[in-house]
């Protein structure tokens, strides 16, 4: 199973975060670039998806009638989960999708309700530190000034009783000696009922 977890970056095959979802109920929070919940669906998954952006959900529904799979859409705010029951959901994944979000601790409560109990919710975003940088590799930002650091995500996800289980810093495969890790990968489970 092909999961995007970011470009020129390893993806699920190497990573093996999701695990087996053949049979299970997938969660994809916001579209990525390349739309995970396709891969889902075509591994056995009832695939979901959430994205406030409708454009997004009409590509979506496109790929996913061409690929012959079928992806459940929701057109909303990323927290608004208010279609999926408690304790519905096998796997949730956000991939690059929760960059400029407002309420990222609203989003971590909403995740942890629809998921059952000890599943992974799985994140990749720009790794913080790369934040900081353009792309010349010049310091333009303070640590923690465009993107939470790492100690603010670690704080927003255990407050919202997650526990990591994995966290991974990725490399751009192109270069050779980064100076900064580009992506970083969590996954998260959740704790308690």
């Known amino acids: 199973m092909n999961i995007w977890y970011g470009a020129h970056v390893p993806d699920e ?53 061409a690929a012959d799979v079928r992806v459940e859409c929701h057109h909303g705010d990323l927290a608004d989960l208010g279609f999926a029951t408690s304790g519905s959901v096998d796997l949730a994944v956000a991939s690059h999708s929760l960059a400029g979000l407002d ?37 333009q930002y303070a640590y923690g000034a465009i993107s939470p650091t790492f100690a603010d995500l670690y704080m927003m996800f255990e ?5 990591f289980d994995q966290v991974i810093e990725l490399n751009d495969d192109r270069v050779r000696d980064p100076l900064t890790p580009s992506v970083l990968v969590l996954r998260a489970r959740k704790q308690g009922s």
């Open 159 to 163: 407050r919202s009783n997650f526990h």
């Open 13 to 65: 095959t190497e990573l093996r975060l999701c695990g087996e979802v053949r049979g299970t109920r997938v969660l994809e929070v916001g579209i990525a670039p390349v739309p995970n919940s396709i891969s889902f669906a075509k591994a056995g998954a009832k695939a979901i998806v959430l994205d406030p952006d409708a454009a997004r959900i009409q590509s979506l529904r496109h790929a996913a009638e």
């Open 103 to 139: 309420d990222l601790p609203r989003l971590l409560r909403q995740v942890h309700r629809v998921l059952k109990p000890g599943c992974p919710f799985v994140v990749a975003m720009q790794h913080p530190v790369a934040a900081m940088f353009g792309s010349d590799h010049c310091a």
